[in-house]
């Protein structure tokens, strides 16, 4: 299965304006994902492009990650091996690490990636708590570091009905209502599903 997703975000509280757009390819839990984003903020603008493998586990197996703002541009390269070693790799020489063990990628302003612990925990269907180490990219600088983000079932979705998941990382606290593949339809004040359709 294969689809087109997009999203708009919330100026007036995320501090930013801005769309993206993904095509996505599903295959049980684990799904292919091609996106760019436009942003914009204060004194910032940038474009970033995308391409996402998750593994039929639910885990990310590589993302790369190209972005241009008026400054530059920059590519970064995260690959996931199957005993859990990362390699990062900005051009100039790869790292390896462990990042706590993580097993999902969230790449700053994107949607898709919260679909990455919802989608291989089943949080949309099954009602659970899980905290959970994160890689994180951060844009437009591509800096990586390991987090923590807590991911809750508020309601499981049923009968036709979205579900609800609430979502922690630091001091940023959030609720994602998520369809029934367990992609992102709104988070209030950030991003929410864009209505747009082919001619």
């Known amino acids: 299965m294969a689809v087109m997703l997009s999203w708009r975000s919330d100026p007036e509280t995320d501090g930013g304006s801005g769309l993206e757009a993904v095509r996505i390819t599903v295959s049980g839990r684990g799904f292919r994902a091609v996106g760019r984003m436009i942003r914009g903020g204060p004194g910032q603008l940038l474009t970033a492009s995308y391409r996402l493998v998750v593994a039929g586990d639910g885990t990310v197996s590589r993302l790369s990650v190209d972005v241009a703002a008026a400054d530059g541009e920059q590519q970064l390269t995260l690959s996931r091996s199957t005993d859990g070693v990362w390699l990062v790799d900005d051009?100039?020489?790869?790292?390896?690490?462990?990042?706590?063990?993580?097993?999902?990628?969230?790449?700053?302003?994107?949607?898709?990636?919260?679909?990455?612990?919802?989608?291989?925990?089943?949080?949309?269907?099954?009602?659970?708590?899980?905290?959970?180490?994160?890689?994180?990219?951060?844009?437009?600088?591509?800096?990586?570091?390991?987090?923590?983000?807590?991911?809750?079932?508020?309601?499981?979705?049923?009968?036709?009905?979205?579900?609800?998941?609430?979502?922690?990382?630091?001091?940023?606290?959030?609720?994602?209502?998520?369809?029934?593949?367990?992609?992102?339809?709104?988070?209030?004040?950030?991003?929410?599903?864009?209505?747009?359709?082919?001619p």
């Open 91 to 198: 051009g100039s020489g790869g790292t390896r690490g462990g990042f706590s063990g993580a097993r999902d990628v969230d790449l700053a302003f994107s949607p898709v990636f919260h679909a990455l612990p919802i989608r291989r925990l089943g949080l949309h269907r099954d009602p659970a708590e899980h905290v959970l180490p994160v890689v994180s990219v951060d844009l437009p600088t591509l800096t990586v570091e390991a987090t923590e983000q807590t991911y809750r079932t508020l309601s499981a979705g049923t009968g036709g009905e979205p579900a609800v998941v609430g979502f922690a990382t630091g001091d940023v606290t959030g609720e994602l209502t998520v369809d029934a593949d367990g992609f992102v339809l709104d988070r209030p004040g950030v991003a929410s599903r864009a209505a747009l359709s082919a």
